[in-house]
Nanobody, 120 residues
């Protein structure tokens, strides 16, 4: 089994910063890409940022210049540093990984989500 546990969400004022993290555990053989997605009420889940095992990144236009995704391969953890937060960033943020285990080929795994609320 593979578990993804997100942490670090919460309430922050507009213009503030927040860092969320996602720790992966279980019978992992290799983690490939890791990413963050978000889903606001009444909207579809959307990509925020992704990072390859080698550190290449891509961002949604809404995240460019404000958010930074990073990963620690030794700790099987991915982070999302969010700066200059806006009310429209309010959403549940989900961690997603592509990983293989000792008994199964590469597939997607998702975390349970962490709420980020930007409000004064």
């Amino acid at each position: 089994q593979v578990q993804l546990v997100e942490s670090g969400g919460g309430l922050v004022q507009p213009g503030g910063s927040l860092i969320i993290s996602c720790a992966v555990s279980g019978r992992i053989f290799r983690i490939y890409d890791m990413g963050w997605y978000r889903q606001a009420p009444g909207k579809q889940r959307e990509l925020v940022a992704r990072i390859t095992r080698g550190g290449n990144t891509n961002y949604a236009d809404s995240a460019k210049g404000r958010f930074t995704i990073s990963r620690d391969n030794a700790k099987n953890t991915v982070y999302l540093q969010m700066n200059s937060l806006k009310p429209e960033d309010t959403a549940v943020y989900y961690c997603e990984i592509e990983a293989s285990t000792k008994s199964s080929p590469m597939r997607d795994y998702w975390g349970q989500g962490t709420q980020v609320t930007v409000s004064s």
